[in-house]
């Protein structure tokens, strides 16, 4: 069964692109007493605040009339930032040429954290560090981002 973020993005992924955005990624986190449906989003020349309300309004019915979550929570829909999660095929596949930095869940070679240039993307990520290309599986990976300064 798919998880509640998953289900909303699937839901709502349509409708978001309809306000001239890309649906980034949607996470339905717990922090403290609260629960939080946060709706990452994304356009050339950057996101702003109008955007966000925007898509807001957009999807709050949609949401709504599916009612796909079980809890209360907060909905809020921001940027996927500058230096923004990697979480998704396609959004490897989008940041081909960039420069990201990976967190392994264990070390190769005693190293847990690469930063290179995305090389490719087919099933795994193909990371150039320096010349040399690692390959690593979707699973090994614990964290990546999109990394301009570093």
């Not at 998880?3 to 001239?20: F, M, P």
């Not at 940027?79 to 081909?96: D, N, V, W, Y």
Request: with cysteine; aromatic share 12%.
């Amino acid at each position: 069964m798919a998880s509640a973020a998953e289900r909303v993005y699937d839901l709502i992924k349509d409708t978001v692109e309809a306000q001239g955005v890309t649906l980034w990624d949607v996470r339905f986190l717990k922090e403290g007493a609260s629960w939080y449906l946060r709706v990452y989003i994304d356009k050339q020349g950057g996101i702003n605040i109008d955007d966000c309300t925007n898509v807001s309004h957009a999807i709050d019915p949609v949401i709504d009339e599916a009612d796909p979550i079980d809890k209360s929570y907060y909905l809020e829909v921001c940027s996927c930032g500058f230096e923004r999660e990697l979480t998704r095929p396609i959004h490897f596949k989008a940041m081909q040429g960039e420069k990201i930095k990976v967190k392994l869940y264990k070390a190769l070679d005693g190293v847990k954290e690469f930063v290179g240039i995305l090389h490719d993307f087919n099933e795994n990520v193909v990371l150039d560090v320096d010349g040399k290309l690692y390959e690593f599986a979707l699973k090994e990976i614990s964290k990546a981002n999109v990394c301009y300064f570093d």
